[in-house]
């Protein structure tokens, strides 16, 4: 069955670092755009980071900028998010999604990524 995997989240203390990983399951990525989700609690889902298909272009969200590194290995059939100098306001579960064809960008409505995983916790706490 053709999923994304999710892992990597934990416990980390603030200002520390997490690095999760999302990694397709029976089947390659290496056309699509991927993109970072995370849902806090009571809160609707929002777009973290996106990747193009060969990392030529990325996009965060202002909340992650110069924090958070998006990137891919295609021969791992990997998307890597390297977060930095967390805080609480980054607790939430965390999910990746892929565009649904090779012509879903990383500016394409969120309505086109598919195949979302079951998510990763990260939990910023002292």
């Known amino acids: 069955q053709f999923q994304l995997v999710e892992s990597g989240g934990g416990l980390v203390q603030p200002g520390g670092s997490l690095r999760l990983s999302c990694v397709a399951a029976?089947?390659?990525?290496?056309?699509?755009?991927i993109g970072w989700f995370r849902q806090a609690p009571g809160k609707e889902r929002e777009e973290v980071a996106c990747?193009?298909?060969?990392?030529?272009?990325?996009k965060y969200a202002d909340s992650v900028k110069g924090r958070f590194t998006i990137s891919r290995d295609n021969a791992k059939n990997t998307v890597y998010l390297q977060m930095n100098s967390l805080t609480a306001e980054d607790i939430g579960v965390y999910y990746c999604?892929?565009?649904?064809?090779?012509?879903?960008?990383?500016?394409?409505?969120?309505?086109?990524?598919?195949?979302w995983g079951q998510g990763t916790q990260v939990t910023v706490s002292s």
């Open positions: 990747i193009s298909s060969t990392s030529s272009y990325t």
């Open positions: 999604a892929q565009g649904r064809s090779r012509w879903v960008s990383c500016d394409s409505p969120r309505s086109e990524f598919i195949r």
């Open positions: 029976g089947y390659t990525l290496d056309y699509a755009s």
